[in-house]
């Protein structure tokens, strides 16, 4: 299996009879209907996912309900709040709120909280223990909030890591944000997360264009014992 990286909080998890694209917002070239999504996932024979965390316009493009043309057996898996804010019909999709899951028999899709709107997913594929966090993330804006507002913040965040906690406590592959947009402490959710769970392999996601800061992760999840993966550019690829 592998992790291909698409733009922001968008990956593809491919393996040889399925396809998996979470949180689509745009392809991985500038143009919108080109790159690797468009060129290369869409032509892929074989079972495709499409999942997206929550109605956010930089984590849900309601373009991907037009992909069932081309694969009539897609199967969406979206959080509830997508229909709620009307973005799909009942029928597009199997919606799940927090603690709820969906499964075939290839793909499980379990449901966990957000500091933010909507869910994260934990994925089961492949033989993986994958983890997306959607807008999960400890968003403290300590430069701009009040203590009170900040403190809040944080064991809101802290709270959600403890309910993971209670179904693993270990997982291959998480995929977190990293979003330099917070301020002087923008890498403190990443670092909460790689110190309560063991990790094997970390992927920054949410920075936008800021790889350079985002990459710059590296050094404290290593010294946890984690295996970081720098992304360079949209599109790239990387084994699991």
């Known amino acids: 299996?592998?992790?291909?990286?698409?733009?922001?909080?968008?990956?593809?998890?491919?393996?040889?009879?399925?396809?998996?694209?979470?949180?689509?917002?745009?392809?991985?070239?500038?143009?919108?209907?080109?790159?690797?999504?468009?060129?290369?996932?869409?032509?892929?024979?074989?079972?495709?996912?499409?999942?997206?965390?929550?109605?956010?316009?930089?984590?849900?493009?309601?373009?991907?309900?037009?992909?069932?043309?081309?694969?009539?057996?897609?199967?969406?898996?979206?959080?509830?709040?997508?229909?709620?804010?009307?973005?799909?019909?009942?029928?597009?999709?199997?919606?799940?709120?927090?603690?709820?899951?969906?499964?075939?028999?290839?793909?499980?899709?379990?449901?966990?909280?957000?500091?933010?709107?909507?869910?994260s997913f934990l994925l089961r594929l492949d033989g993986k223990l994958i983890f997306h966090a959607g807008d999960l993330n400890n968003w403290h804006w300590k430069e701009e909030s009040t203590e009170e507002e900040v403190c809040e913040a944080e064991n809101t965040y802290l709270a959600e890591l403890e309910i993971l906690a209670r179904r693993t406590d270990r997982m291959d592959l998480v995929m977190f944000p990293v979003d330099p947009r917070l301020g002087l402490e923008y890498m403190l959710g990443a670092k909460q997360f790689v110190d309560r769970f063991r990790v094997g392999m970390f992927v920054p996601m949410h920075f936008d264009e800021e790889y350079v800061r985002a990459n710059a992760f590296r050094e404290y999840a290593e010294s946890r014992g984690v295996r970081f993966v720098e992304l360079t550019y949209r599109g790239e690829e990387v084994k699991i």
Not at 17 to 45: C, M, W
Not at 83 to 105: F, I
């Open 1 to 119: 299996m592998k992790l291909i990286y698409i733009y922001h909080s968008g990956f593809a998890l491919v393996g040889e009879n399925f396809t998996v694209i979470i949180d689509y917002y745009k392809d991985s070239a500038s143009q919108l209907l080109t790159g690797v999504v468009h060129d290369e996932l869409l032509e892929r024979p074989g079972k495709l996912y499409v999942l997206s965390s929550h109605s956010h316009a930089d984590h849900f493009n309601p373009e991907v309900l037009e992909w069932k043309v081309m694969h009539p057996d897609v199967q969406y898996v979206f959080s509830t709040d997508i229909l709620e804010n009307g973005l799909a019909r009942l029928n597009d999709a199997c919606y799940l709120s927090k603690g709820e899951t969906w499964l075939d028999g290839v793909l499980e899709v379990e449901a966990f909280g957000s500091t933010d709107l909507g869910i």
